[in-house]
């Protein structure tokens, strides 16, 4: 029997402590307007735009802290599934790794696995998102000038959580009977950067390809040689696993991207 959301999304299961408004703040009134307006169920495309006469900088500071609870949320639920042994390497299928780098300890990309990744991303958010120079909370404190670029960086990387959980663990998430919750939570996010145009639309390929190729697996396991454009590599054969048909089933069902070219590439994605 599926659990009910409260007991499988529950504030002691974070996998970072949650980020919290102060009360009485301008921050915390955009994020009780923002919270509103998607219980009033809008559509989200509506949602994620900006109210008028509201800054920009701070529209976006409260939706990358909240981006970072609620997908700190669904990872810390899911941590248990997404192992040392099971998850070695952090990527989004057999294509895509995803490398760490920092200013400290990490120089230059170094090969993690999943769960050592997830670790040193949540810790690195949460120093930015604690950080006044970068978040000010006082009244009168400007944005820094390259905020937008290091908000930018956040999502970016919040996206590979989603990538990988969709195509590695989408099953956890469906037997625990979390995946409206995952669903709606990806699609907010996706319709907001796609509204203020904060990720490269290069970062958002893996769940495309995992798509696409799902679909030529599900509907001819053992297709032909491609002579022009092999865009793709080629199938091996092997069956979708749970994990890529249920999020194929949802991508299918949910479409989000569109006008998205395709590119192979041997190069890992950094960063």
Known sequence: MA???SQVFNKDKT??????????????????????SLKSGLDLKTVVQLPPGENINDWIAVHVVDFFNRINLIYGTMSEFCTEKSCPIMSGGLKYEYRWQDDHKYKRPTKLSAPQYMCMLMEWIEMLINNEDIFPTRIGVPFPKNFQQVCTKILTRLFRV?????????DSII???????V??????FYYFIKEFSLIDHRELEPLVSSCVQSCA???NPFPPPRE??????????NSPTKSEQAALSYLLLN????????????EHSKG
Do not use: D, W
């Open 3 to 5: 659990l009910c959301l």
């Open 175 to 181: 037997s625990m009977g979390a995946e409206a919750h």
């Open 255 to 266: 479409p989000p991207f569109t006008g998205v070219i395709l590119v192979e590439t041997t």
């Open 217 to 219: 697996q599900l509907s």
């Open 228 to 237: 022009l454009g092999p865009e793709l590599p080629p199938s091996t054969g």
């Open 162 to 170: 989603f990538v990988h959980v969709y195509i590695h663990h989408f």
């Open 15 to 36: 996998f970072r402590p949650r980020k919290k408004f102060e009360p009485g703040t301008q921050r915390f009134e955009l994020y009780k307007k923002a919270q509103a």
């Open 183 to 188: 669903n709606t939570c990806y699609k907010h």
